[in-house]
């Protein structure tokens, strides 16, 4: 239960085309939901996160998609560049229950070819 | 510079022979944590402290200890390390309260630990 389902596990895009990455989860108790962007050498970095109250988030090129009812949520990288080339990872937290305990997907290498 | 910093970033070992991963903030942060990364598995918590004296076992604590006595550092202890232990490892911290929406741990640059 404590588990995050990430998929796919690797994703070819071509340049200026949406990138989207799913994630679901099981847990209720989870309500809040951050994306994190690790490129090769370097831990992982937050990118962005979204509270099960609201539907979409958007920044920038980057947008999460939040279906509270199916467990669901998914990165969308629009327009995607080169530069977006990286692994990412949802995660997923009991914000009421114990903040430490931040839960990773498996991860998504993301290859934007030019 | 607002940091996680740990070190060493590469160490080689031999089974059986204790090591200490240090870990230090300097953001006056309450939450610390250590985790895990290996191929197709992602990043897999091992031990978390919400403050000084204050730790609780992740997913993965088997093999492992730590300790938190001062509220910078957070280090990650192998008495007996083994070669499944060989991995990735990063030490992140958060503020106790989220910073608007945008919580988030910050993480180090990363400790590869090998095993032989």
């Known amino acids: 239960q404590q588990q995050v389902k990430q998929s796919p596990q690797s994703l070819i895009v071509q340049k200026g085309g949406i990138s989207i990455i799913n994630c679901a989860y099981e847990?209720?108790?989870?309500?809040?939901f951050p994306w994190y962007q690790q490129f090769p050498g370097k831990g992982p970095a937050l990118l962005i996160a979204?509270?099960?109250?609201?539907s979409e988030k958007k920044e920038g090129r980057f947008t999460i998609s939040f279906n509270k009812s199916a467990k669901q949520f998914s990165l969308h990288i629009m327009d995607s560049q080169p530069g977006d080339s990286a692994t990412y990872f949802c995660?997923?937290?009991?914000?009421?229950?114990?903040?430490?305990?931040?839960?990773f997907g498996k991860g998504t290498k993301l290859s934007v070819k030019p | 510079e607002a940091q996680v910093t740990q070190n060493p970033r590469y160490l080689i070992t031999v089974t059986g022979k204790k090591l200490t991963v240090t870990c230090s903030q300097n953001?006056?942060?309450?939450?610390m944590s250590w985790y895990r990364q290996d191929p197709g598995l992602g990043l897999r918590q091992i031990y978390y402290?919400?403050?000084?004296?204050?730790?609780d076992k992740g997913d993965v604590p088997e093999g492992y200890k730590v300790s938190r006595k001062e509220k910078r550092n957070f280090p990650l202890i192998l008495e007996s390390p083994s070669p499944n232990q060989t991995s990735l490892y990063f030490c992140?911290?958060?503020?106790?309260?989220?910073?608007?929406?945008?919580?988030?741990?910050?993480f180090g640059s990363g400790t590869r630990l090998t095993v032989v």
């Open positions: 953001m006056n942060h309450e939450y």
């Open positions: 847990n209720t108790a989870f309500d809040y």
């Open positions: 402290s919400m403050n000084v004296e204050v730790t």
């Open positions: 995660a997923a937290l009991n914000y009421g229950g114990s903040q430490g305990n931040l839960i």
């Open positions: 992140a911290s958060s503020p106790i309260r989220f910073a608007g929406v945008n919580y988030g741990y910050t």
């Open positions: 979204i509270r099960p109250d609201v």
